[in-house]
């Protein structure tokens, strides 16, 4: 097994003189861009200043899709892009995406009409990579497939078809395949300044937040994929420089899945507000986001607002019997976005484009931001392209769209661990090694001691929090269960990792306090 020790890459700094490329982000987009460089040849190292998937990234609404929404706004281009490489993802990472059934509830003729039309658009532009064709459906099909639905009006709906992930889980597995493609990456790092030579960039300044040890390390292209702190780095490149980006944020709440106790998902397509909503099964919970408002201020840990979460409640109960209810709410979290900074402030961000923006500085500084889960591939493989020109390095045509991510199996388990694809059978030795792995870190969920194990030693989790936001869900699925599961896990990371005490008991009292803000009504 490829070493993904943390403290093995930290010494990896120790080994290269120059770097081809460093990336500085490890979400989505930096992940992607360290793969492809890899992969093409170049020496790369990615730089994360918290945890992986920590902030844009491991907050999406878990869906690898086309986007039916920019559809509806006439993106033919973005959709059609982002269905093809919905495909490739599906292809390369099959343990981690899976087909998913929407069900639009319509209640005109207008409107299922619309729709329909829509989608078979969608199906066309989607062609030999579709997930399945959609289908109109009666009343009593829509009733069947979503029993908990409101059927007063209803004339029937649309079924069609997209994929559904585990956003963090993904990113972690693009971590894992970067290191076994020889890469270097490193979670709790920090890029504290950029390095300069005849006003050309040549490197970083970096900060190992763990030792606090101070790097200088040289490269000969920087690639900025920090998402929404994009426009930090572009100041320390240019001070006062404009904002690229603004940011919006997206809530979303999690529910029992016994509000929606159906496979197939619920997809509201016009809020109050002219957005989309929706309600998913997922992790064997219900998660229903999501929200559009814009945010001055980035932060790596968003507050859901108060508005958000009523806007939430206020639409879906609207299409339930029996509507949730504030108090049914499990877990809360949101999310920021980088959305292209618009050239005039509306105080609206539902308009901006959804789509990557890509530009190298003077410096040589490369840049790349927006976008979504789904094209993440893509978006690399451009910025690579750009890299390659600033560098002045061979050509070297993209390989990413062969190369299966780390985990990669085809095999259809019906145990929760079967998200790990080929390490399912790795951690499931661990329990038979040692009984006492087996036992579940809570009784209502199915998540063992030999999952936080794994997560310490094989996929750079060094926190409370890294392990039970990210590398298991629980704090996104349920923040209380987080909160009474966390001093057993706070024992085992410190064992595994020589911890003292003081340590544990500093990491329970900043877990128990991010934990509550996922919890409603406790500001």
Known sequence: ??????????????????????????????????????SRGQTALLLEQSDFAKATSGRSTKLIHGGVRYLAQGNIKLVYTALHEREILLRNAPHLIKR??????????????????????????????????????????????????????????????????????????????????????????KVTGLKKRNDKICGVSVLDIESNQQYYLKSKVVVNATGVFVDDILRMDKPGRKPLIKSSQG???????????????????????????????????????????????????????????????????????????????????????????????????????????????????????????????????KTIDAVIKVGNFKPVVCRTKNIKIHGYSNSESANHLSIYGSDEEKIQQLINDNFSFGKKLIERLPYTVAEVVWGVRNEMARTIED??????????????????????????????????????????NEFTILAKRYLVGTD
């Not at 003729?109 to 989608?119: A, D, R, T, W």
């Not at 929200?291 to 339930?320: H, M, R, S, V």
């Not at 980088?338 to 410096?363: C, F, N, V, Y």
Request: charged letters at 25%.
């Open 1 to 38: 097994m490829v070493n993904f020790k943390r403290e093995f890459h930290v010494n990896k700094l120790k080994d290269v003189d120059v770097w081809d490329v460093i990336i500085i982000g490890g979400g989505a987009t930096g992940l992607g861009v360290a793969l492809d460089a890899i």
């Open 467 to 508: 392990v039970l936001a990210r590398r298991i869900r629980i704090l996104f699925l349920d923040a209380r269960a987080a909160i009474e599961a966390a001093p057993e896990v706070a024992d085992i990371i410190a064992g595994e990792l020589n911890y003292n005490k003081d340590w544990k008991t500093t990491q329970l």
């Open 251 to 381: 809530t979303h709440i999690v529910l029992p899945k016994s509000f929606l106790n159906s496979s197939s998902a619920l997809m509201i397509p016009k809020t109050s507000d002219g957005r989309v909503l929706f309600a998913i099964p997922w992790h064997d919970h219900l998660l229903v986001g999501t929200t559009d408002t814009p945010i001055e201020d980035n932060t790596l840990e968003p507050k859901a607002l108060k508005k958000e979460i009523n806007f939430i409640l206020e639409t879906i109960k609207q299409y339930w019997i029996l509507p949730p209810e504030e108090k049914n709410i499990l877990s809360v979290f949101a999310g920021l976005r980088p959305l292209a900074a618009p050239q005039k402030d509306s105080g609206s961000t539902k308009e901006i484009s959804r789509d990557h923006k890509l530009m190298i500085s003077d410096s040589g500084l490369v840049t790349i931001t927006g976008g979504k889960w789904t094209t993440y591939r893509k978006m690399a493989e």
């Open 100 to 189: 998913q059934s929407f069900i639009i509830p319509c209640f005109n003729v207008f409107s299922k009409l619309k729709y329909f039309i829509g989608l078979k658009l969608y199906d066309l532009l989607s062609g030999s990579f579709s997930f399945g064709k959609s289908k109109s459906l009666n009343a009593k099909q829509v009733k069947q497939l979503l029993p908990e639905i409101n059927s007063k009006k209803l004339i029937g709906g649309i079924e069609y078809f997209d994929g559904q992930f585990d956003d963090s889980r993904l990113a972690i597995n693009l971590a894992q395949t970067c290191a076994e493609k020889g890469g270097t990456v490193i979670n709790y790092c």
